[in-house]
């Protein structure tokens, strides 16, 4: 084939956006792997209860993280002077502190009750660790945020591989020194993780400049100029933290620690990965976005960044439907079928999941956020009334097929409403899932074909699929790239 090479040239041609994405990208694609392989050892080691207790302290944290600074920090990258910026971080952080020192105090008064009412005693312990873990993550957030606001895509790229790689190296540490019995040694690995990523970026943050240091005035201020956030974007994210988290709370309450470890396992094979490379994806185009908003252009970033996230997603759907307990098996050993059953059930809303989170940064530059807040309002609603209708009965196979229904209805509402606020067609929202569902077709043959063949056939067939399908997908971007393009002009990370 005969190479056009002003349009080779435009494609690999990055400015700051091209560049911004792939660092970030790519430390997300190293971050994933790292997790996979301790998953494949961690999986060997820990039992399903272990996990679940673990996956329900680290929902906690998440949940709380949702309105720990009252999301002022998602204004951080909406002053155009740093001064005011930092007005906005001063409040995010006294916030953050208040809320750790509240939650402490109600832990020490009432981690029993607490622990009684989520339905396990044996998440009880830990929930004194709460606090701390809520510190960590959020001090990971307000700093990746401000680093993104410099720019400083190297860095904030790098941060998950060190976050995985601390969190992989202390749980292996904790499963080979005898902590497999219970869920110690994953909760201060996750812990650690954080603590570690932190110190990293902390290390790397940019020095601010006297004129730049905020007064409490300046702070007050932005408490005011920035209120919609807390009014309207931290109800949104509370209500969106709870449609993702509820589950694993609920599985606890109504099944077992064990059930929560096989969601979890579902969760962590298809979610997190799509999660991963979603937020890398997301600090960029809220940057890119924000910009647009000013410039023109909403419409066409939002375009191209929705068709990469169908690419991405397209993949894990096809496969986990095609042989998600076989594969489950096959990668995480033979005490884990159940989970790819689970996520058989799930993995079309993670996906769409993965695919919408991203772009819920145009609810913020568009100054959208009650129409946030509704969608997460109504998803809420909808998964909670099928988590506790069906948990009732007791029934976990009606609950994941419910749940992963109403998820997946939920989200493609809200990816509906994303798209319609960018402007973005009808037609070209729905070409990407045309093409890279002809695309996955010989990889779902293949891993069909193969699912009783043994557990090295069935992954040879996932990777020689997955290569292949990649090919097509660079190729597809590639003809699709016009032959000549501006490129916006670099900066310095």
């Known amino acids: 084939m005969k190479v056009n090479a002003p349009r080779l040239a435009t494609v690999l041609r990055m400015g700051q956006w091209k560049r911004g994405t792939a660092v970030l990208t790519g430390g997300a694609i190293v971050a994933m792997a790292i997790t996979y392989g301790a998953q494949i050892i961690l999986t060997r080691i820990f039992d ?62 009432f981690g029993t009750w607490i ?72 909760i201060w690995g996750f812990i650690a993780g954080l603590a570690g990523s932190a110190a990293f970026l902390r290390a790397g943050s940019p020095t601010r400049r006297t ?15 920035y209120r919609r956030f807390p009014l309207f974007t931290m109800p949104a994210n509370l209500l969106g933290a709870l449609n993702t988290r509820l589950p694993f709370l609920l599985f606890l309450y109504f099944y077992s620690a064990e059930v929560v470890g096989y969601f979890g396992r579902a969760f962590v094979a298809v979610a ?26 909403v419409t066409a970033l939002t375009t191209k960044v929705h068709d990469r996230l169908v690419a991405l997603a397209v993949l894990p759907v096809a496969a986990i439907l095609v042989a ?15 989970a790819g059953r689970y996520a058989s059930y799930l993995v079309v809303w993670f996906a769409i999941a993965g695919i919408s989170s991203p772009l819920t940064r145009l609810f913020d530059v568009k ?37 992963g229904l109403a998820g997946a209805a939920a989200r493609t509402v809200q990816l509906a409403t994303l798209l319609a606020i960018a402007r973005v067609r009808l037609l070209d929202a729905l070409v990407p899932y045309l093409r ?20 090295v056939i069935l992954l040879t067939t996932l990777s020689v699929g997955a290569i292949l399908y990649g090919s097509l997908c660079l190729l597809s971007a590639y003809r699709a790239t016009p032959t000549t393009q501006e490129t916006p002009t670099d900066s310095k990370n």
């Open 367 to 403: 100054e959208r956020q009650p129409v946030d807040l509704l969608i997460s309002l109504a998803t809420f609603v909808l998964l909670a009334a099928a988590l506790i209708l069906t948990g009732r009965i007791h029934d976990i196979d009606l609950t994941l097929l419910l749940v």
């Open 436 to 455: 890279y569902g002809l695309f996955v077709i010989p990889l779902a043959v293949g891993i069909y074909l193969t699912r009783g063949s043994g557990s």
């Open 211 to 225: 004129s730049d240091r905020p007064t409490f005035a300046d702070i007050g201020q932005a408490l005011v100029r």
């Open 272 to 297: 997190i990965p799509l999660s991963l490379i979603g937020t890398a994806i997301s600090r960029v185009f809220f940057v890119a976005a924000s910009e647009s908003i000013r410039t023109g252009g």
């Open 48 to 109: 399903a209860s272990s996990f679940g207790i673990a996956d329900s302290f680290v929902s906690l944290v998440a949940i709380l993280t949702s309105f720990a600074s009252l999301r002022y920090e998602d204004a951080i990258m909406l002053p155009e002077t740093d001064r005011e910026a930092s007005a906005v971080m001063g409040a995010a952080v006294a916030l953050l502190l208040t809320t750790c020192v509240l939650l402490l105090g109600a832990v020490l008064l």
């Open 324 to 338: 998600g307990p076989e594969l489950f098996e096959a990668v995480f050993g033979p005490a884990w079928p159940e």
């Open 115 to 186: 622990g009684d009412t989520l339905g396990s005693q044996l998440l009880t312990p830990y929930l004194i660790l709460v606090p701390l873990a809520l510190l960590v993550h959020r001090a990971n957030e307000l700093q990746e945020l401000w680093l993104s606001r410099a720019r400083s895509f190297g860095r904030v790229g790098s941060v998950q591989v060190v976050r995985s790689s601390v969190t992989a190296g202390v749980r292996l540490t904790a499963g080979a020194a005898g902590l497999a019995a219970d869920a110690a040694g994953l």
